[in-house]
């Protein structure tokens, strides 16, 4: 199924229109895997990875997946914001020994399979310091299903919706999901939820301001209820909401 809509998924009460794939409940566990975030979307028995942290990490990543309970057989699809080598850094491994079924987008394909990530643009000072410590290289793949569009992908046997969206910007190939109760996986499109801070700002790396803006909207126009990033701690929508309109996620 194939939607490209920037409609919330949310705005229908479920009880009144007796739809199963919103009556399900998902549960949404944030894995610390060091310098980023991996996220498990749990429907029934079913999982699915919104990214997979970087290659050194994989023992950290793989204890985490064992502690939820995360098998080969329960393991549905792993879904690439971007990628970068601390988000895509153990896709590879996660292809090949649990057959995972990878998801990125067609524009990612080609860094994906050399194994190898640009960090354009930095901004700022710290931005800049970060780069000399990002990993360039990583174990190189070919994902199993390339997006050129937009596509809502179901998990488990209540066909619970993923809406994954193209969100350019931080990379070319960028990637958001949304949930049905109003979460938004924005990967490095956002920065921010340090410490707790309930406050986002734009991303330390931008490949294309002018499509990042773009991206940007389309995420608030989803009047997402909360925000999970790919570094730090989740973001409310209402702080996301604010940081838009005080003209702080603008250059
Ligand atoms: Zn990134
Ligand atoms: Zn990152």
Known sequence: MIQTDDAPLTTTDPSRTGDPRRKSPVLI??????????????SG???ALIDTGADFAFGRLRSLLERHGVTKDNL????????HSDHAGN????????GAQVIAH??????????????????????HLLKGFMPRTFPGFRPDVTLFEDRTITLGRDNYPL??????????????VELADGTVFVGDLLRG?????????????????????KSIERVRRKRPTLLHLGHGHEVTGSAFQHAVMTGKLKR
């Open 29 to 42: 566990i944030r894995l610390d895997l060091f310098v980023s975030n991996a996220f498990l979307v749990r």
């Open 45 to 47: 028995e079913s999982f």
């Open 76 to 83: 549905e699809h792993v879904i690439l914001t971007h990628s």
């Open 91 to 98: 896709a590879r491994r996660l292809q090949r020994s649990w």
């Open 106 to 127: 067609d524009f990612e394909i080609s860094s994906l399979r050399r194994g190898r990530s640009e960090f354009d643009r930095p901004l700022g000072t710290m931005a």
């Open 163 to 176: 809406r994954i969206f193209h969100t350019p910007g931080h990379t070319k190939g960028h990637l958001c």
């Open 193 to 213: 939820g340090y410490a707790r801070h309930d406050t986002v700002d734009l991303p330390y790396f931008i490949q294309d301001e002018l499509q990042l803006a």
